[in-house]
């Protein structure tokens, strides 16, 4: 099970924002990695990668997204909130079958 | 163009059947192991089905064991899902996702879904 924790309230543009995501169980594969990916999903549309193996951004995500963790504990931070940043943010592994995702966050600019 | 084409949705009663697809485009298919995730209206993602990349290998969320079958063709880059007895918390927009492979984008590519509505 991932739990990910909801953001208490409204952020202010130019703030930041910091997400937590725990698992039940260790994420890190029998191959040496841990395959938790941070997922960013606008209202009518599909969900975009946004972060894999933990911290690694996909090529074209701006760098204010960051991610870090270990073992069963992750956090996504955005340095500085931008409207376009709004959404749902879903963290999820691929560790193990069956894939399991996050609750999602959702975030809101005031 | 790298991109997942899903289709089949639609509207059915309790108990009836739908086929889904998804076309992929872009990649090389058989490469990589291929997911179906489903998302009923306003809630979140959950995973249904996973295939390995040679087809030998399937996985079923516990909600849909014994009623959906997940397959694909590699000769024509395309991945199933067979819904049998549908019920009506299967409402929801169904995904299909570029899974395990070459690279570490997994859960990179997702296909735009395609809608099944069930209800009497």
């Known amino acids: 099970v991932m739990t990910q924790t909801q953001l208490s309230s409204p952020v202010t543009l130019g703030q930041p924002a910091s997400i937590s995501c725990r698992s039940s169980q260790s994420l890190v594969h029998s191959d040496g990695n841990t395959y938790v990916n941070w997922l960013h999903q606008r209202p009518g549309q599909p969900p975009r990668l946004l972060i894999y193996?933990?911290?690694n951004r996909v090529s074209g995500v701006p760098d204010r997204f960051s991610a870090s963790g270990a073992g069963t504990d992750f956090t996504l931070k955005i340095s500085r909130v931008e409207a376009e940043d709004v959404g749902v943010y879903y963290c999820?592994?691929?560790?193990?079958?069956?894939?399991?995702f996050g609750q999602g966050t959702k975030l809101e600019i005031k | 163009e790298v991109q997942l084409l899903e289709s089949g949705g639609g509207s059915v009663q309790p108990g009836e059947s739908l086929r889904l697809s998804c076309a992929a485009s872009g990649f090389t298919f058989s490469d990589y192991g291929m997911t179906w995730v489903r998302q009923a209206p306003g809630k979140g993602l959950e995973w249904v089905s996973t295939i390995r990349d040679n087809g030998a290998n399937t996985h079923y969320a516990d909600s849909v064991e014994g009623r959906f079958t997940i397959s694909r063709d590699n000769s024509k880059n395309t991945l199933y899902l067979q819904m049998n007895s549908l019920r009506v918390e299967d409402t929801a927009l169904y995904f299909c996702?570029?899974?395990?492979?070459?690279?570490?984008?997994?859960?990179?590519?997702w296909g735009q879904g395609t809608l099944v509505t069930v209800s009497s």
């Open positions: 999820m592994q691929a560790t193990h079958l069956p894939r399991t």
């Open positions: 193996k933990i911290s």
């Open positions: 996702v570029k899974d395990n492979g070459p690279g570490y984008d997994w859960f990179g590519l």
